[in-house]
């Protein structure tokens, strides 16, 4: 009787191989399917984003269905893709131009030009903006050419669409809500354009003088704490008189003050507007009444005093607002600069420089030398004044080189600016939080200053002359000794008549009742 044997159908090497192949096979079905499923979907072409048709002079355009804006916006775009600084990243400057378009309407019905179901779209469409709604949607970049046409034109576009979704309509529906016949109604790029910009600035001076304010006021706070706390003054870096810290924090504050009178006074440059100028200043296509009705419209809506130019023609290509009010915040630049500057020097150190104020500590200094602490907030201080007082001269040279009846610079113009008062408004606020609020004094290192400067002989003017004075002055220097030191060695005052000597008060011609008045409550 034989007896069969069943064997293995592999060897163990074959057991191993077949094992290898499923595994491979598992593996590779997912890739297979993907494959598949992507060659079966370029079978299948994807559906295009929804558009709609709209034309101008130079054609017809597709525009996204979705987009409030419309195909002058996306020429533009198409156009002017320089800075990536698109005119939505000041968002006060977007709430401007639907302030100007708004007052534009509500004059056009004043005056009879704009039928009254029109002017209800439109405020709907510009309240939306001024609420912060569709600021996406203004997207054209500030550097452009055109004079600002692009611009505008987004601006009315974007209004339109947004009014006529709001009274329930589509997009693109103009001969209800049209762009030009209605957003640009009894107007021109040459007179909107400037308005918005100088509105924006008014916008937003505000703000910054309340910002700087509340700078002052640290100052002055700090001028009060370190009030009779006594150190030498200097002159071109050298020892001079005696003065107080308070005295030199509260002359820090009087002159953050006098920068914010002269914005003050430089804004009323900006009340002038030539709404109503339309291409060149003749007012070509305006009806009467007009200028007045949507200056006092844009008045009420800003709450400044704004009036019509006086000129209209002249109005449309001077730029002498945009230069005096960029000179004003210029003016701020350099003397935050000084002030940061001086804050510098007076924490130099801590052990071999002036050493006088510590300033908070904020971030490591160096990624090589252990322990070292940088005045951080003072040099950014520094960097941004030097940008604003940059755009000060960008807005020179721009404002020259415009030709015969219109500047086609502003653009440059108004992104200088707006610039400008956005980073002083930045940096003042971080100037007072991060820097200033926390500044204390070193009040042995002055001390020290005090009895070892020679600088504190010409307290003594009036009791020994100057020349004795110079002479004492003159072998100090000789000896390295201080002039307290050499006063004592030869017994010229008592000790009572140099705690006399050095009283703040008198030491300083001190008046703490002056800084009292001076301090905001």
């Known amino acids: 009787m034989s007896t069969l044997t069943r064997r293995p ?21 997912p890739i297979q399917s993907m494959a598949a499923a992507a060659k079966t979907a370029a079978k299948t072409p994807a559906k295009p984003a929804a558009t709609r048709t709209e034309h101008d002079l130079l054609g017809e355009k597709q525009i996204p269905a979705d987009a409030y804006y419309g195909i002058q916006t996306a020429r533009a775009l198409e156009n002017f893709q320089l800075s990536g600084v698109a005119i939505n990243h000041y968002p006060g400057y977007v709430e401007a131009w639907a302030m100007v378009k708004l007052a534009a309407a509500r004059a056009n019905t004043d005056c009879g030009a704009m039928k009254k179901e029109t002017l209800a779209a439109i405020e709907k469409g510009c309240q939306a903006v001024l609420n912060g709604k569709h600021h996406d949607q203004f997207m054209v970049d500030w550097y452009q050419g055109g004079a600002g046409t692009s611009t505008n034109m987004n601006a009315n ?7 006529l979704e709001a009274i329930g309509r589509k997009k693109g529906e103009y001969s ?3 762009p030009h016949d209605h957003l640009n109604m009894s107007q021109s790029t040459n007179d909107s354009y400037p308005t918005a910009i100088k509105v924006a600035f008014l916008l937003r001076n505000d703000k910054l003088i309340a910002e700087l304010e509340q700078l002052a006021a640290s100052f002055r706070a700090k001028g009060n704490a370190f009030l009779t706390i006594v150190k030498m003054g200097r002159t071109e870096l050298q020892d001079a008189v005696p003065m107080t810290v308070g005295q030199e924090f509260h002359a820090f504050a009087a002159s953050i003050e006098d920068e914010i009178a002269l914005l003050r006074d430089a804004e009323k440059y900006l ?8 291409a060149i200043g003749t007012g070509i296509n305006v009806p009467k009444g007009y200028h007045e009705k949507c200056a006092a419209h844009l008045a009420k809506l800003t709450g400044k005093p704004i009036v019509p130019a006086a000129d209209m023609i002249s109005a449309t290509w001077d730029q002498q607002g945009f230069v005096v009010y960029s000179g004003a915040l210029k003016s701020v630049a350099i003397k935050l ?6 804050l510098i020097l007076l924490t130099s150190g801590p052990r071999a420089g002036l050493a006088e104020i510590n300033l908070p500590a904020l971030q490591p200094g160096s990624s090589i030398m252990p322990g070292k602490v940088n005045p951080v907030v003072p040099e950014v201080v520094g960097i941004v004044a030097f940008r604003v007082m940059a755009n000060d001269m960008a807005v020179t040279l721009a404002s020259h080189n415009g030709q015969l009846q219109l500047n086609a610079y502003e653009p440059l113009n108004g992104l200088a600016v707006i610039e ?4 002083l408004f930045n940096t003042s606020k971080l100037f007072r939080t991060k820097c200033v609020d926390g500044i204390t004094v070193n009040e042995k290192v002055l001390a020290n200053y005090l009895e070892t400067t020679v600088g504190i002989v010409t307290a003594l003017n009036p009791v020994i002359g100057y020349e004795k004075a110079t002479e004492l002055a003159q072998e100090a220097y000789k000896s390295g000794k201080g002039i307290l030191e050499v006063i004592r060695e030869k017994k010229i005052l008592t000790e009572a008549q140099i705690a006399e000597l050095l ?8 008046d703490p009742a002056m800084y009292k008045k001076s301090t905001p409550k």
Not at 337 to 342: F, V
Not at 420 to 423: C, V
Not at 503 to 510: R, S, V
């Open 9 to 29: 159908l592999y060897g163990a090497s074959g057991r191993v191989a077949l094992c290898a192949a499923l595994a491979l096979l598992w593996a590779c079905a």
């Open 157 to 163: 576009e974007v209004i339109a669409n947004v009014a």
């Open 176 to 178: 209800i809500v049209d």
């Open 271 to 278: 009340y002038a507007v030539n709404m109503g100028a339309t």
């Open 337 to 342: 600069a000084k002030i940061s500057s001086d």
């Open 420 to 423: 400008s008062q956005h980073l």
């Open 503 to 510: 009283d703040p008060i008198k030491l300083t011609n001190l």
